[in-house]
């Protein structure tokens, strides 16, 4: 069954501590994306990754980082540097023809809250 | 970046109207536009996308219009059902895949 997992669905996290969210596709796309979704505010890009080993900060990377050490997965972890993170994050992937732009296919999504 | 805006944020209408989004973009590049329906509680789905070199393209019920000129298109739904009760995103992309998006409009379908 081919898709994109993000786990878990639910995570609480206390302040001042940093905290990964998973995201693994098996879609064999080269291109793999996060983003934050808050109330009234649409989807914002955090960062994005066009082949493994590289990676680019979106509009709003501040107070996150992210690897990409397999094609598969692109983890992204909340530090305590992220000011406001309680939100709901979504990870997407994509073919990469390098020309032509395609359909992104979205994970279930991972609501955080700090508490 | 890409700035692009959507209109209305919330959108009432009767079962078997037909119900219309729009947005406008920013960068006369963009050649790239989707749009994702969000049911409740379930991830982003692309229901139809559009790139520049056309101006208007249907699938069954829903369609979408580019004007590029006026930086502007726009996704038409008719005979809504209630299953089409969701949040509508339209995005836009010059390249790499890096999807700008609107912040959404709720659709709600009355019986």
């Given amino acids: 069954d081919g898709g994109i997992t993000q786990s878990p669905k639910y995570l609480f996290r206390k302040e001042g501590q940093n905290v990964t969210l998973s995201c693994e596709q098996n879609l064999n ?5 996060w983003y934050r979704q808050d109330p009234g505010q649409g989807l914002r ?3 994005y990754s066009q082949i493994v080993n590289d990676f ?3 509009d709003i ?4 980082s992210v690897s990409r050490e397999k094609k598969e997965s692109f983890p992204l972890t909340v530090t305590s540097a992220q000011k406001n993170p309680t939100a709901f994050y979504l990870c997407a992937s994509s073919t990469f023809s390098g020309v032509l732009n395609t359909e992104a296919f979205f994970g279930q999504g991972t609501r955080l809250t700090v508490v | 970046g890409e700035n692009v805006e959507q209109h209305p944020s919330t959108l009432s209408v009767q079962e078997g109207d037909s119900a219309v989004i729009k947005c406008t973009y920013s960068d006369s590049a963009s050649n ?5 329906k969000q049911e409740l509680g379930k991830r982003p789905q692309l229901i139809i996308d559009i790139r520049s070199n056309v101006g208007e393209k249907k699938d069954q019920r829903i369609a979408v219009t580019l004007n590029k000129t006026a930086k502007h298109f726009s996704l038409h739904i008719t005979e809504t059902q209630p299953e089409d009760s969701a949040v509508y995103f339209c995005a836009a992309s010059k390249r790499k895949n890096k999807l700008s998006f609107g912040a959404g409009t709720t659709v709600t379908v009355r019986a």
């Fill in chain 1, 56 to 58: 680019q900060k979106g």
């Fill in chain 1, 29 to 33: 796309h080269d291109a793999m994306y």
């Fill in chain 2, 32 to 36: 790239y536009f989707p749009w994702y």
């Fill in chain 1, 45 to 47: 890009l955090i960062y």
């Fill in chain 1, 61 to 64: 990377a501040e107070g996150y």
